[in-house]
């Protein structure tokens, strides 16, 4: 994978919020003539409209789309285009598997997985906003890309902000990572009136705009959970010393502490077009469209511990790293299955956090592997928790 010259570009979710947000940089870029970028394919689940609107502005050889029986549908809104199509989970591998210098993991959940994988075992640089892949698979993952010598390049605008801080060459002297989480929509909501939250108060972030089950995981504060176990895969720093502080502005990324005392941050204005730049030019500069940061105007930056009390999702993540194995993947399995039956209005808004854990309690009590390093043990403990998840959502609904 090089990063001078043209470079190749698949985007894996290019429908999403993180998706749109890329190609709205290369735009840019495009715009002011600063960077040879070619889009190679493009890859959704459902979106045939969109998906052909991207590749009519942006001229990939492959798109496709997750969802077999739109096959004709993507074909022929295109048909007047020189570009291939597929349809189906193996043609979203497909995608991946093309020939390419840079694919942005941006599916949301486990089902990014296997395609994300495609992209790393050939060497391609992975810019990595699917943090569930992580979540579940990061032993998998994180080998894999070591293996094929691809560079492993953090979207999540944490994680993107301690990669640019880390000093790769001494990670024995880094102290602390410290997560910033801006507290979702509910961060000063009482129990009482959060065990009420419908899905629209759930999705309304006050600081960022994202992807529906995202911004119900920032809700829950999950999301911070996930990130934690995310940047334990990433970076060489033991999970006991991630921390994770709440700060609302959300300018402060994130930080590293070093052993003397220095801390280093991150700062930016709260849109992902900033990481997302970031990781298409590392270890170059490209100029994104994002808003600039006016200190002045902010004014102020506040800072507070997290609570763990009216956000439970905090203590599993810690629980789930802890135990390691199949713990980690069991969390992310039963949190996109609880999040997706609140969504749709069959659980209330404590019972996705009550059901990850009645997942983790009983996968706790199996004798699972110390740790999942095959794709099909991740996959053997992705379907358990779902199958759990499942059963307990179907219970709470007929409760
Ligand atoms: P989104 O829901 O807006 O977009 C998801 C994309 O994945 C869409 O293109 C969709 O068509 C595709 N997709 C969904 N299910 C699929 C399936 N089964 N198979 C193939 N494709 C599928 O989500 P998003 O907000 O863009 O988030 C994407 C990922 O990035 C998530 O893992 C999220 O946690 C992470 N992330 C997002 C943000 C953000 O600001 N939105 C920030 C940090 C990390
Ligand atoms: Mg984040």
């Known amino acids: 994978a090089g990063s001078t010259g043209m470079r190749k570009i698949a985007i894996l979710g290019s429908t999403g ?37 991207q590749a009519r502005q942006f001229k990939p050889e492959f798109i496709a789309v997750a969802d077999e029986t739109l096959a004709n549908d993507l074909k022929s809104a295109v048909s007047d285009l020189d570009i291939e199509t597929g349809a189906g989970a193996a043609a979203v591998e497909e995608a991946a598997s093309r020939d390419t210098d840079w694919v942005m993991a941006a599916i949301v959940g486990a089902a990014g997985l296997k395609p994300t994988l495609k992209a790393a075992e050939r060497g391609a640089d992975i810019a990595l906003a699917n943090k569930e892949c992580l979540v579940c698979a990061g032993e998998v993952v994180m080998a894999v890309i070591k293996k094929a010598g691809g560079a492993l390049l953090p979207v999540d605008s944490e994680h993107n902000a301690i990669f640019q801080v880390f000093d790769f060459n001494q990670p024995e002297r880094v102290s602390r990572l410290i997560l910033t989480a801006s507290g979702g929509p509910f961060r000063t909501w009482p129990l009482e009136e959060m065990a009420q939250a419908t899905p629209a108060q759930a999705v309304a972030h006050p600081n960022w705009s994202m992807g529906a089950k995202i911004s119900v995981d920032s809700a829950t504060m999950m999301n911070k959970g996930l990130e934690l176990i995310e940047a334990a895969h990433i970076f060489p720093v033991e999970h006991e010393k991630i921390e994770i502080l709440v700060h609302p502005q959300s300018v402060i990324h994130s930080m590293v502490e070093y052993v003397d005392g220095s801390v280093l941050a991150q700062l930016g204005t709260p849109d992902m077009r900033t990481p997302i730049a970031t990781t298409l030019a590392w270890p170059d500069r490209t100029p994104s469209p994002s808003p600039r940061l006016d200190l002045a105007e902010v004014a102020k930056l506040t800072f507070e511990p997290p609570d763990i009390k009216r956000f439970p999702a905090l203590r599993l993540t810690r629980e789930a790293i802890n135990a390691g194995g199949i713990m980690p ?16 209005r069959k659980i209330k808004f404590l019972d996705i956090a009550a059901i990850t854990e009645q997942v983790l309690d009983r996968t706790g009590r199996q004798n699972g592997p110390a740790s999942l390093s095959t794709l099909e043990e991740v996959i053997d403990a992705d379907t358990q928790g779902r199958r759990m998840a499942e059963e307990f959502v179907a219970a709470k609904a007929a409760a």
Do not use: D, P, Y
Request: negative net charge; without cysteine; charged residues 20%.
């Open 17 to 53: 919020s993180i998706g749109e947000s890329t190609l709205s940089v290369l735009e840019h870029a495009e715009g002011l003539g600063e960077a040879n970028f070619n889009v190679v394919a493009l890859t959704a689940n459902k979106n045939v409209k969109r998906l052909a609107e």
């Open 329 to 344: 993947a069991a969390l992310n399995a039963a949190n996109e299955v609880a999040v997706a039956s609140f969504l749709e």
